[in-house]
């Protein structure tokens, strides 16, 4: 019997309309297979802000993992950097444990024990302990936000006291649920925050883990009369951090992180903006006219738009036949971005991504400019079979479309320092003209 990747094209998908996408391209649905895609985000202590590197972007925090061993050696490579150095601290479960659940019982001892171990090493007191636990207890349907309070009273009175407690969810199993993980542990975050008096000249730019660099946003925003300008990532300390508290508004630049505006919004009267992160420069363009509207400012981005554009350009006429295949294991939503490579006169033979329905939008309008695109989902057992002569690509923009075709010039394109803005459609033309360049030297 022939073995080969199941896909599907664009009209394919597109004709079968929102409500009915293949059973294939759902993860819910079938199997999963541990692709370069799935392995990033089912052990969110690999590579990239998964879950444990996002709970410790809060400053003057430290993790406690309570894991089996098996999950919790994940982790070795983060401990082993620099910045984490004494910032992660494991909690094994035994098999008892996960029998009987007596973990939970051990926690408030094991926090007091590395807080101790941090104060006689003559390091400073961290003033958050995050819980990082994983699958056993999901299923174990433990309520971690009792288990955090408990512990947090165990410190109550003693020489500890004043340390917060919050829960990180390692949960791979809930990623189709209401709150993935990494929605999750962005409400986790900003549930820190407490009530401040507003500062007119304040934001907060949520979102991401890594700051903003380069983006024309900040430049805008300061044009505007913003004097504070804050995201987690560029705060140095836990009382900067709190300073988040005073934003007159949050624009929220990732999805996931639209739960945790909301949280704000009701719990400190912080309303948000939503800017999604896009390649299309009309679709940037609208955007930054909205937040123009909302706020109230002129904002003329007329030069960035003509920079970015003019990179469009460049990269166009010296390849006007360029073929792209796009993963998902990057800075960018895969469809969206093959949707805007293709708006700009590019071919995009292949997507390798899980379809959620609400990129069915995506789909749909990439079906009536390139009807053929082949799309793969990533978690799909078949993608064992996936061969590199499928595929007839000039250049591949993911770090997975680089791992299934591994002869073809890539881009991996999922730094942590996300692009943004025109900035990101610029920077991703030039970084594929010296793909292209370099391949051919």
């Given amino acids: 019997m022939k073995r080969e990747a199941i896909y599907f094209t664009a009209e394919e998908i597109a004709s079968h309309g929102k409500n009915s996408i293949p059973d294939e391209l759902l993860s819910g649905k079938n199997l999963v297979y541990s692709s370069p895609a799935t392995l990033a985000y089912n052990s969110p202590g690999a590579e990239g802000f998964g879950v444990k590197r996002a709970g410790l972007s809060v400053p003057e925090s430290v993790m406690l993992i309570v894991a089996p061993g098996c999950c919790g050696r994940n982790t070795s490579l983060i401990s082993s950097m620099p910045e984490y150095k004494n910032r992660f601290f494991y909690l094994e479960m035994s098999e008892p444990d996960l029998v009987t659940g007596n973990h939970l019982n051990k926690i408030p001892d094991a926090i007091k024990e590395v807080l101790s171990f941090l104060r006689d090493g003559g390091k400073k007191i961290p003033k958050v302990v995050m ?4 699958c056993v207890d999901a299923l174990l349907g433990t309520d971690m936000d009792r288990v955090c309070k408990k512990a947090e009273d165990a ?3 003693g020489e500890f006291e004043g340390v917060k407690v919050r829960p990180c969810y390692m949960y791979a199993l809930t990623r189709e649920g209401r709150r993935p993980p990494m929605v999750h542990v962005r409400q986790t975050i900003y549930s820190l925050l407490e009530p401040m008096e507003k500062d007119a000249r304040s934001v907060n730019i949520i979102g991401g883990f890594a700051p903003l660099e380069n983006s024309e946003l900040k430049e805008y925003l300061t044009l505007a009369g913003i004097r504070n ?3 987690i990532s560029t705060c140095k300390t836990y009382g900067e951090f709190l300073q988040m508290a005073c934003a007159n508004f949050n624009i929220v630049i990732d999805p996931e ?3 945790a505006a909301e949280d704000m919004n009701k719990r400190l009267n912080i309303p948000y903006i939503e800017l999604t992160r896009v390649y299309s420069t009309d679709k940037i363009h609208s955007q930054y006219k909205a937040l123009a509207s909302v706020i109230g400012i002129d904002m003329d981005d007329s030069a960035e738009k003509a920079e970015a554009d003019e990179a469009v350009a460049g990269l166009k006429s010296a390849y006007p036949d360029l073929k792209i295949n796009v993963g998902e294991c990057t800075n960018a939503n895969a469809f969206e971005l093959a949707l805007s490579l293709t708006r700009m006169g590019f071919k995009v033979g292949e997507i390798y991504a899980t379809l959620a329905p609400e990129n069915f939008v995506y789909v749909k309008n990439l079906a009536v400019l390139s009807p053929d695109t082949k799309i ?9 079979y996936y061969k590199i002569s499928q595929s007839d690509a000039d250049v591949t923009v993911g770090k997975d479309a680089g791992f299934y075709c591994p002869d073809i010039p890539n881009v991996a394109w999922n730094q942590d320092t996300r692009p943004f803005g025109y900035q990101g459609v610029r920077d991703l033309m030039n970084k594929i003209f010296d793909a292209l360049k370099e391949a051919k030297a």
Avoid: F, K, V
């Fill in 155 to 157: 410190l109550a009175g």
């Fill in 376 to 384: 793969y989902c990533n978690m799909e057992p078949t993608m064992l």
């Fill in 257 to 259: 992180a639209r739960a």
């Fill in 131 to 134: 819980i990082c636990i994983t």
């Fill in 229 to 231: 300008i804050r995201q």
